[in-house]
C-alpha cells in the first residue's frame, strides 16, 4: 500500500455466538478501540450476535452490515465463505447455517439472499497454485471477492491475492480474524487497506448492505416485543442495576480476606513466634549468666591446683562468691550449688537443705528436682530441668520454675539457676497485650480504607452504569434532535455521515443505510485550498457560524451549491460535528444584504489564535473583554477579566508609559514589542497593536488591541545561529593531514601463504595487509575484498603465496597531504586504502578515507567527544590546544564571532564538566547539593584565546554546618581550578576563584553577601557584582543558581539605587579615541604603541549588562542581550544594528590579534597595535568607539549622570 490511502476496516471477527472468546458487544467496543471504521460480524452459521453488534456500533460511531462464514466444499475439500449485506431472516441464508453445501450452491444461496460472496484466507489452507484454480473456479459461479487483507498474512501474501483478484475482476476486502486473547494470530481487531479498495467494495455491496437492525427487529419480535430499540422513547431507558456478584467479587471479597489474612498472620504466625523468640532469650541469659558463675569456680580451682589456695579454704571461698551473687530487676535472683550425689552444697534461701541429701526431694508434682539435675548434667555438661519451688525469697509462695544447670567436673558439683515461667508469661501476655491493640487499631483503619475503596468502587460502578446509559440517551437524543430537523441536518463523527434527516437523504438522493458508509469527502466538493481548509475545520469540530458556499456531489453524480454551517456536539463520548446544508438559492439573496455585525467579530475573536482584548484608557488600562488566547498569554485562565490591566502586566513602567502615550498620541499603535509577565509567573513576549476603538459612553474611552506571541520566535534564531556555527565548523576537518586518520599497517614478505598472511590481519583487526621485499620496500597490497574475490569466489589455494593475490602498485599519498586528497585518490582509482609515505619515501601507515571521513570527524563533536572521555588533566590540555587551530580556521572563513565565541565556550564548558567529574572521582561523592558556577567571559559565552578563570562555588545550606562538608568544596574548588590552570585556563590574578573561601560559600552566605552588595552598594561591591552578574552553572544542581539569581532580582527591585550604582561605573571608560579621531595608544612598557582591545569592549557588556537586570532579562550574552532589548524596543533599530556591528568587529579583531600572537610564538593577549591595522579596519575601530561613546551618553541621561 506504498503511497495509497488507507482506512481502518475490519469485516472479518467473530463472537461467543460461535467460536469467539467476548461477546458481540464486546467485539464491537473493541473494533471501536482499535479506530476502526467500518466492521462486519462474521460469525460461523449464525448471525445471533448481529442484534447486540449493532447496538454497541451505533452507539461508538462504527458503521457495521450483516455479515455470515459459510463453510462450503469444492471436490470435498472445505473453504470458508464470507457473505456481506444479505438479510439475515432469509430462508435461503437460515438454510447455509444448518448445513454444509457445496460453494456453488452456498454462492448462489447468499446471491439469493441479497448479499456477496467473499472467498476467505484463501491461503489457509490451499496452496498458491492451488488457490489460483480454486479462484477461477469460483469466479465463474459467481464469486464477487477475495480477502487478500487478511491481518496473518504477510506483505507478500497480501500482494499476490490482490494481483490475483485483479486479475479475475473480484473485489478485495480485508479483515483481522478477530477470536479474542485465546488465538495469537489478531491480537486486535483492525486491518488497513487502500480507500480505493474500500470504495469499490463499498459501491458493489450497495444496496446489499443491510444492517443488522433487520436481525434485530425480527428477535425482538420473536421475543414478543414489537418494537427495536431505536424507537423506544428517551424516557423509557432505565438505569442499569448494580453488578452486585462484580462487587463483590472484586471489592467486598478480597476487602475481608485481606483483613482475616492480618488477623491470621497476628495470632498464628507473629505471636508464638514472639513466644517462643522471648522464651529462647531467657534461656540464652540463664545459660550465660550460670556461665559467669562456672567460671568463677573455675578460678578458684585453678588457685587450689596451683597451690595459692588449699583446697578447703578455695572450696569455702567459692561458696560464699556464689551465695552472694544476684541479679534480676529486684536483685532476688540466685544461684545454687548442689553435688552428683545429690546433696545441697549451696542454696542462698534454703540455708536449712545445706548438707542434706536430697535424692527424696520432690517438688508438689511429685517431681524430684535435684535427682533431675544430676541425670541432666551426666551425659551432656549442661541441660534444662523444669520443677516447682518457691518463690525467690518467698517460702510460701510456689511457682514453676525452669533451671539450668551445669556439671563442675573438677569438684564434681552442679551449679544452676533459674527462671519463674509465670515472669515469662506475663511479659509475653503484656507484649501480646500490645499487639493485639496495635493490630485492632491496624484493622479499623484497614476496614476504614478498603469501605471507602469499596465505596469508591461502588459509586465507580453507579457511574458506569449511568455514563453507559447517557451514551444511550446522547445516541437517542442526537439522532431524534437530526431527524426532527426542518432543514437539512447531518451528523458527522470523525468525518463520518452518521445520521442524516430527511430533508438531506433527498437532497442528496441517497437512502439512510447508504449515507452510513460515506464520509463528508464523498459528499462535499471542495474546489480550492480555502474551501479544504474550512471543510477540515467544520470536520475537526469547529464552530462556523456563518454558512459558507460548496458544492455536494449527489448520488446520481451531479452536484448542487449549498450553504454549510457547523457546531461542534460531543456524540457518544466522541467529539462530533451538527452540519446544516441548506440550498444556496433560498438564501443568496439574504447572504449579499448582510453587513459585518457584532456577533461576527466576537466569533472572530474567538477563532484566531492571537489574543484579542478590550482595555479601558484609564490610567492603569483596566482590561474588561478578552478572548481564551489572550487569556493565555496573560495567564489569566479562571480569572474575571477585571483581574487583569495592561499596566500591571507589561514588564516595566517605561515600556507601558511608552505604549500609552503613543496611544493616546496617535490612537493608535502598530507591532510594538512588550514583555508581558503573566499572572502565574511566567513571562511571554509579544507584538502588540491596538487602536482606540468608541470613547462613547465612556469615562476614559477604550482601545481594541491584538497581540501575537513571538517568545518561540528568538529560540527559533538561536537554533539556528548554532546551525550555522556547526556548519562553518563542519568541513574544517577536510584539511586535516592524513596523518591524523593513518592506522599502522600489517606487513608480510613476498612468499607469505595467502593462509599465513590472512591469519595475521586477522589477528591485528585489520581490513588490509602490505606486501613488502626484504628490504621493506613496498609492492603490494591485499584487501578484504581481494580475498572474497581471489581466494573464497574461486577456491584458491591458500598454501600459495600471497603475491598471487595482491594489488600492485600501490597507490600511496604523503602524510602531510589534506584528507581531501586522500579522497579524490581513492575515488580516482576505484580503491579504498591508501599507502602514506612520508617524506623519505617510507610508508608510514595506511588510510581509508571513506571510513575516515564520518559526520563526527567534521565537526565540533569530535574535539567534545574526546574531552568528555579524557581520563587525565594533560589530555584535556592537548585539546585545549587544538582549539587554536579550530579558531584560527573559523576567524580566515569568515565565521561570525557569535559563533566562533560558541565553540570556544562549548569546549571551556566541557572541559570544566570533564575536570570536576574527575576531582569528584578523586575526593569521592560530594556531601550536599552544589553548583560550580562560571563567571565572566566563560559566563557570557565570550571567551576567547587569552582568558584566565573566573568561577565560584555554591552549595546547600545543609552542609554548611559540617566542617567536613565546607573543608570538601574547599577542596574541590582548590582541585578543579588547578587543574583548569594546567590545562591551559590559567588563575585569575584577582583571585576570583573556586579555591577562594570567598567565593565558595553556602547558598545563604551568597545571599548575605550580595544582600550586602546591592544594598550598600561600593566601588568594590559593583566591581564583585560586575563579575557575578554575569554567571552561569557549568556543573552541579541548576536550583541553586537559579535561586541566588533570584534573590538577586528581588534585592535589585528593592534597591532599584544600585542601578545607578552600576551606570556610573559604565559611563567612566573612555574609548581611546583622540581629539581628531587618532587611535590613543600606551607609552611604555608591553602596551607601548599599542591599546587593550579587551578594556575597550569592556562598555558595551556593561550596558547590555545594566539594562538587562533593569528589564529582568535572563540571557547572559552581550549580544543576546541587545537583541533582547531591541525585541523590547529599548534599543531601536539603529541602535541595535550599530552596537551588534561595534562588539563583532572589535571581538574579531581581538581573536585575530590573539592567534597572531599565538603563531609568533608570543602568549595571546589583548593589546592592538593600530599601525597593524589598515585604513578601512582603522575606519571601522572608530566607528565602533564612537558607538561605545553614543550609548554611554544615553546611559548617563536616564540615570542622570556626568558622561
Excluded at 448445513?99 to 489452507?125: C, E, F, K, M, N
Excluded at 448494580?242 to 498464628?268: D, H, K, Q
Excluded at 552578574?1029 to 541548576?1038: A, L
Aim: aromatic share 8%; with cysteine.
Amino acid at each position: 500500500m506504498t503511497g495509497e490511502e488507507s482506512i481502518v476496516v475490519d469485516l472479518h471477527c467473530h463472537s461467543d455466538s460461535s467460536d469467539g472468546y467476548y461477546s458481540a458487544g464486546e467485539v464491537a467496543d473493541f473494533a471501536a478501540d482499535a479506530a476502526v471504521r467500518f466492521a462486519a460480524l462474521t460469525d460461523h452459521h449464525t448471525t445471533d450476535g448481529l442484534a447486540a453488534f449493532h447496538e454497541v456500533a451505533a452507539r461508538r460511531g462504527l458503521v457495521e452490515f450483516a455479515g455470515a462464514e459459510i463453510h462450503a466444499l469444492v471436490d470435498a475439500a472445505e473453504i470458508h465463505l464470507l457473505a456481506y449485506g444479505f438479510d439475515p431472516d432469509s430462508a435461503s441464508m437460515r438454510e447455509l447455517y444448518a448445513t454444509v453445501t457445496d460453494a456453488d450452491r452456498a454462492i448462489d444461496q447468499i446471491h439469493r439472499s441479497g448479499g456477496i460472496a467473499v472467498l476467505a484466507h484463501p491461503l489457509t489452507s490451499w496452496e498458491r497454485e492451488s488457490v489460483d484454480a480454486l479462484v477461477v473456479r469460483l469466479a465463474g459461479v459467481g464469486l464477487d471477492g477475495i480477502e487478500a487483507y487478511y491481518k496473518p498474512y504477510p506483505v507478500e501474501d497480501r500482494e499476490f491475492l490482490v494481483e490475483l483478484a485483479d486479475r479475475h475482476g473480484l473485489l478485495v476486502t480485508g479483515g483481522s480474524d478477530f477470536h479474542g486473547p485465546r488465538h495469537d494470530e489478531a491480537s486486535r481487531p483492525g486491518v488497513e487497506i487502500p480507500v480505493a479498495r474500500w470504495k469499490r467494495f463499498r459501491e458493489a455491496l450497495g444496496a446489499h448492505a443491510r444492517s443488522a437492525t433487520h436481525a434485530r427487529s425480527a428477535t425482538h419480535a420473536r421475543n414478543g416485543n414489537h418494537a427495536p430499540a431505536e424507537s423506544r422513547r428517551i424516557d423509557d431507558v432505565a438505569y442499569a442495576p448494580l453488578n452486585w456478584p462484580w462487587l463483590i467479587a472484586r471489592i467486598v471479597l478480597p476487602s475481608v480476606l485481606v483483613i482475616a489474612f492480618f488477623v491470621a498472620l497476628i495470632f498464628g504466625y507473629l505471636v508464638p513466634t514472639m513466644e517462643r523468640g522471648l522464651l529462647d532469650r531467657k534461656r540464652e541469659m540463664t545459660a550465660e549468666l550460670t556461665n559467669s558463675a562456672w567460671s568463677i569456680l573455675r578460678d578458684y580451682e585453678r588457685d587450689a591446683a596451683t597451690g595459692a589456695l588449699p583446697e578447703h579454704d578455695a572450696k569455702q571461698l567459692a561458696i560464699e562468691r556464689i551465695r552472694r551473687l544476684r541479679y534480676g530487676p529486684d536483685g532476688l535472683d540466685y544461684f545454687w550449688i548442689t553435688d552428683t550425689q545429690p546433696r545441697m552444697i549451696m542454696h542462698p534461701y534454703r540455708p536449712d537443705l545445706e548438707g542434706s541429701d536430697l535424692s527424696d526431694f520432690t517438688d508438689p508434682d511429685g517431681i524430684r528436682p535435684f535427682v533431675r539435675f544430676v541425670d541432666a548434667v551426666r551425659v551432656e555438661q549442661s541441660g534444662y530441668v523444669t520443677y516447682v519451688w518457691q518463690w525467690q525469697d518467698d517460702p510460701e509462695r510456689l511457682e514453676p520454675k525452669e533451671s539450668y544447670v551445669r556439671r563442675f567436673d573438677p569438684w564434681g558439683w552442679i551449679i544452676g539457676t533459674g527462671i519463674y515461667v509465670d515472669d515469662v508469661n506475663r511479659e509475653i501476655q503484656a507484649v501480646t497485650s500490645r499487639i493485639i491493640d496495635v493490630s485492632f487499631l491496624v484493622t479499623i483503619v484497614a476496614v476504614v480504607l478498603l469501605t471507602a475503596v469499596a465505596y469508591q468502587a461502588l459509586r465507580a460502578e453507579r457511574q458506569r452504569g449511568d455514563a453507559e446509559i447517557e451514551l444511550r440517551l446522547s445516541h437517542e437524543r442526537y439522532r431524534a434532535l437530526v431527524e426532527s430537523s426542518t432543514g437539512g441536518t447531518l451528523l458527522l463523527v470523525d468525518g463520518r455521515c452518521t445520521y442524516a434527516n430527511r430533508s438531506v437523504l433527498e437532497m442528496l438522493g441517497y437512502s439512510a443505510t447508504e449515507l452510513a458508509f460515506l464520509d463528508i469527502h464523498d459528499i462535499v466538493i471542495a474546489d480550492d485550498d480555502a474551501d479544504r481548509q474550512q471543510l477540515s475545520r467544520m470536520i475537526d469540530g469547529a464552530e462556523v457560524r456563518d454558512a459558507i458556499e460548496l458544492r455536494v456531489r449527489r448520488r446520481d453524480g451531479s452536484a448542487v451549491l449549498a450553504l454549510l454551517s457547523s457546531s461542534a456536539v460531543y456524540f457518544s463520548g466522541e467529539k462530533g460535528v451538527i452540519l446544516t446544508l441548506q440550498h444556496v438559492t433560498r438564501h443568496q439573496q439574504l447572504r449579499d444584504e448582510l453587513g459585518e455585525s457584532q456577533a461576527k467579530y466576537e466569533a472572530l475573536a474567538e477563532r484566531i489564535s492571537s489574543g484579542v482584548f478590550r482595555a479601558a484608557m484609564d490610567d492603569d488600562m483596566t482590561i474588561f473583554e478578552l478572548n481564551d488566547a489572550a487569556r493565555r498569554l496573560f495567564g489569566a485562565e479562571g480569572r474575571e477579566p477585571a483581574a487583569v490591566s495592561l499596566r500591571a502586566a507589561v514588564s516595566t513602567s517605561q515600556a507601558f508609559d511608552a505604549f500609552a502615550r503613543r496611544l493616546r498620541a496617535d490612537g493608535a499603535v502598530r507591532d510594538m514589542v512588550i514583555q508581558i509577565r503573566r499572572l502565574d509567573g511566567g513571562s511571554v513576549i509579544v507584538n502588540l497593536s491596538a487602536v482606540v476603538s468608541d470613547a462613547r459612553g465612556t469615562r476614559h474611552g477604550v482601545c481594541a488591541a491584538i497581540m501575537e506571541d513571538i517568545s518561540e520566535r528568538r529560540k527559533t534564531e538561536i537554533d539556528r545561529e548554532t546551525t550555522i556555527s556547526q556548519l562553518q565548523t563542519s568541513l574544517l576537518f577536510l584539511t586535516e593531514p592524513v596523518r591524523s586518520f593513518a592506522y599502522d599497517p600489517v606487513t608480510c614478505p613476498l612468499d607469505t601463504p595467502i593462509a599465513q598472511a590472512v591469519r595475521a590481519m586477522s589477528r591485528a583487526g585489520s581490513d588490509a595487509l602490505l606486501v613488502v621485499q626484504a628490504d621493506r620496500e613496498l609492492i603490494g597490497i591485499v584487501t578484504d575484498q581481494d580475498i572474497r574475490d581471489r581466494i573464497v569466489a574461486v577456491g584458491a589455494d591458500t598454501r600459495a603465496p600471497v603475491t598471487r593475490i595482491m594489488s600492485a602498485p600501490v597507490i600511496t599519498i604523503g602524510e602531510s597531504a589534506p584528507l581531501f586528497e586522500a579522497l579524490l585518490l581513492e575515488r580516482e582509482h576505484d580503491i579504498d586504502h591508501l599507502a602514506v609515505i612520508d617524506s623519505s619515501g617510507k610508508t608510514v601507515g595506511l588510510i581509508r578515507g571513506s571510513r575516515a571521513v564520518r559526520l563526527e570527524r567534521y565537526s565540533l563533536v569530535v574535539l567534545l567527544h574526546e574531552i568528555r572521555h579524557a581520563d587525565a588533566i594533560d589530555r584535556l590540555a592537548g585539546c585545549q590546544e587544538r582549539l587554536h587551530t579550530l579558531v584560527r580556521s573559523l576567524v580566515n572563513s569568515g565565521a561570525r564571532p557569535q559563533n566562533i565565541s560558541h565553540v570556544t565556550t562549548a569546549v571551556s564548558d566541557a572541559i570544566v564538566d570533564q575536570v570536576v567529574r574527575l576531582v569528584i572521582d578523586d575526593l569521592g561523592p560530594a556531601p550536599a547539593r552544589f553548583a560550580f558556577l562560571a563567571l565572566g567571559s566563560e559566563a557570557r559565552q565570550e571567551q576567547t584565546l587569552a582568558t584566565d578563570q573566573d568561577n565560584a562555588l555554591v552549595f546547600d545550606d545543609d552542609a554548611s554546618a559540617s566542617r567536613d562538608a565546607v573543608s570538601y568544596f574547599l577542596k574541590l574548588g582548590e582541585m578543579v581550578c588547578d587543574a583548569l590552570h594546567e590545562v591551559g585556563y590559567h588563575h585569575c590574578r584577582g583571585g576570583t576563584m573556586a579555591r577562594n573561601p570567598a567565593w565558595n560559600q553556602p547558598l545563604s552566605a551568597w545571599k548575605r553577601a550580595f544582600s550586602g552588595w546591592i544594598g550598600e552598594p561600593d566601588g568594590k561591591a559593583v566591581a564583585n557584582c560586575n563579575i557575578f552578574f554575569d554567571q552561569r552553572c557549568v556543573y552541579g544542581d541548576r536550583s541553586l543558581a537559579s535561586d541566588l539569581w533570584r534573590h538577586v532580582d528581588e534585592e535589585i527591585d528593592a534597591h532599584p539605587s544600585f542601578l545607578a550604582f552600576m551606570a556610573r561605573g559604565t559611563v567612566q571608560y573612555k574609548p581611546p579615541v583622540g581629539l581628531f579621531g587618532k587611535i590613543v595608544t600606551g607609552s611604555s612598557g608591553t602596551s607601548a604603541n599599542a591599546f587593550d582591545i579587551k578594556e575597550a569592549m569592556t562598555p558595551l557588556s556593561n550596558i547590555a549588562r545594566l539594562y538587562a537586570l533593569q528589564h529582568h532579562l535572563a540571557d547572559t550574552n552581550t549580544l543576546d542581550r541587545f537583541e533582547q532589548l531591541h525585541t523590547l524596543s529599548v534599543l531601536t533599530d539603529e541602535s541595535f544594528r550599530s552596537l551588534t556591528d561595534a562588539f563583532g568587529h572589535l571581538m574579531q579583531l581581538r581573536l585575530r590579534t590573539q592567534l597572531d600572537a599565538i603563531e609568533a610564538g608570543r602568549p595571546a593577549d589583548n593589546l592592538v597595535d593600530p599601525r597593524s591595522l589598515s585604513q578601512l579596519e582603522l575606519g571601522t575601530l572608530r566607528h565602533a568607539f564612537a558607538q561605545i561613546s553614543a550609548i554611554q551618553k544615553r546611559v548617563a541621561h536616564e540615570y542622570h549622570l556626568s558622561a
